[in-house]
């Protein structure tokens, strides 16, 4: 046992010897703490005590991990993380240590007394400052996928922005600015409610005649009392709001107003729009085919809403 406990120490006198190296290779690292190497390894000894030591199964390991970048370029093998990265398990673990390591890096300054009321202030201001970035850029690199991987994040904001409408730079500002793809999504809704076999569409519904080009059943919906009921808390707006939208999306051919004169359907002050044709898919006419499609794009280019 107690030769155990000499290589041990054997071992960890070797690591020491290491990270003295790297602090006194270090310049900025070597200043911080005006060269005063038995401060820094005790500050070291106890940040892996509070912070890591869950981490690592010991300090000889947590040393190896600070040095480790060092070690790997001097000995000009400094791209095998890259070639080889760690595996991650675990997104929030990752972050979780991404951020003691930052806080760890902002507030390790040397010649800190911890007894000094004046000392300790400016740490908590360090602490609050390192927070608070870590925080700031957390935000912008979310708002950063939010604007580049708009299409696979589309699951929930913009299930009906297809590819074209992301990637064309005069309606890709038009798609975040306005409720555009969350109308039109929301109009192709399933009703949950119903049979799922057949899964009906929420608010349309099949217009047998007039036929578009003579051939296909419109896919229809009309503006009556009920329809605005249901669909206003889904999109979160007004009614006149909702209408000017209706008005912006016809003028650019996303949906057509039909007429609904003689049908008992459609009362007064309700109106009857079409938002595509249905065509047959597995025996049923089912499949919606938008007017909406890359063709007209040039004509969404100039949706206003006003």
Known sequence: MENNL???????NQQEKKLKKYFETNKPLFDSWNGNFEEFLKSTRQKYETIYQREFKDFSTFIDYLIGDVEEAGNGTSLSRVDHPPKINSLKDELDRLFKIWIDQTTCWGGINEEDEADQEWLYYLECKAITDFYNTLTTYREHIEKTCLRQLGGKKLQYAPQWMIEDPAIEPLIQKYKICEILNELEKKDSRSVKTKKPFRYLFQL????????YPYACFITNQSFYQSILPELDIQKITLQKYFKALCDVGAIKKLDGAGRVDVRKNETLYALGYLSDFKGTNNKLNRFMTQKNKKNLAKFKLS
Not at 6 to 12: G, H, I
Not at 208 to 215: F, S
Request: charged share 45%.
């Open 6 to 12: 000499k290589e041990t120490d054997v071992s960890l």
């Open 208 to 215: 047998d005649e007039p036929k578009y080009h003579g051939r």
